[in-house]
């Protein structure tokens, strides 16, 4: 068995052309393993997020090789890595990104919705999963009724609830204060890390690095070095 969900060899990511061409990843090499909660860090302006967006999916790398999951997503067609990224990829994004007309529930399950599950069928577990999150109060409240922390709560159940093999999370707690910040990493790492799976983090926030298993530090479009961090909550 496969025991890396990611593994990126010499991954090169650049805009542009010509003189125009701005090289954003310059050759990184990453292994994500499963069952870990892994920290991407660095100062802005260094390739973390455009690092997570090629991981996901959502850009191509510009050269290099890149298995996820054990599949070269960036040689897939397009639909094929939409169908992809459907049944394998979680999102957790910076800000929440909940559809203000949905409820709680309603918000969590979207992803089962785009996987043609029942209506019905899809709340109910997606209410389910939001009690597991402490929200079971909270499933018919909309976004707008919702705290920060819970808001991001919701964002997690969003993200878990096909039960996919690779969470990938921006920023989770950059609009959270430090106590909701550890709170929801707390429960992120109770719920979400299994055997089976990998959570992949960006984040500047260096009062939550206690809750990663490794820590990858980049450093203008590289990855300079890897350290073990025990994931003690």
């Not at 010499?10 to 990184?28: H, I, M």
């Not at 800000?95 to 019905?120: I, R, Y």
């Not at 705290?147 to 993200?159: C, E, I, P």
Request: charged share 20%.
């Amino acid at each position: 068995m496969n025991t890396q969900a990611v593994v990126c060899n010499q991954v090169l990511k650049s805009f542009g052309a010509g003189e125009d061409e701005v090289k954003v990843l310059r050759g990184v090499d990453l292994t994500v393993p499963l069952g870990e909660m892994t920290f991407l860090v660095g100062p802005s302006g260094c390739g973390k997020t455009t690092l997570l967006s090629v991981i996901a999916g959502l850009l191509n790398p510009t050269g290099g090789d890149l298995h996820v999951l054990g599949t070269a997503l960036h040689q897939l067609k397009s639909s094929k890595a939409v169908e992809f990224r459907r049944e394998n990829l979680g999102f957790v994004f910076q800000q929440f990104n909940l559809l203000p007309a949905l409820t709680a529930a309603e918000n969590a399950a979207v992803p089962l919705l785009a996987a043609n599950w029942p209506l019905k069928k899809a709340v109910e577990k997606a209410k389910t999963l939001l009690d597991e999150l402490g929200l079971g109060s909270r499933v018919n409240a909309r976004p707008n009724q919702l705290s920060g922390g819970q808001q991001q709560r919701v964002a997690f159940a969003r993200a878990l609830i096909h039960d996919p093999k690779l969470i990938v999370c921006d920023e989770p707690t950059s609009a959270l204060d430090e106590h909701t910040g550890h709170y929801v990493m707390e429960l992120l790492r109770k719920i979400a890390v299994r055997p089976e799976r990998a959570v992949l983090v960006v984040t500047h926030d260096n009062r939550i690095y206690n809750f990663a298993d490794r820590i990858a530090h980049m450093n203008d479009g590289l990855v300079t070095h890897v350290e073990q961090n025990g994931g003690m909550n």
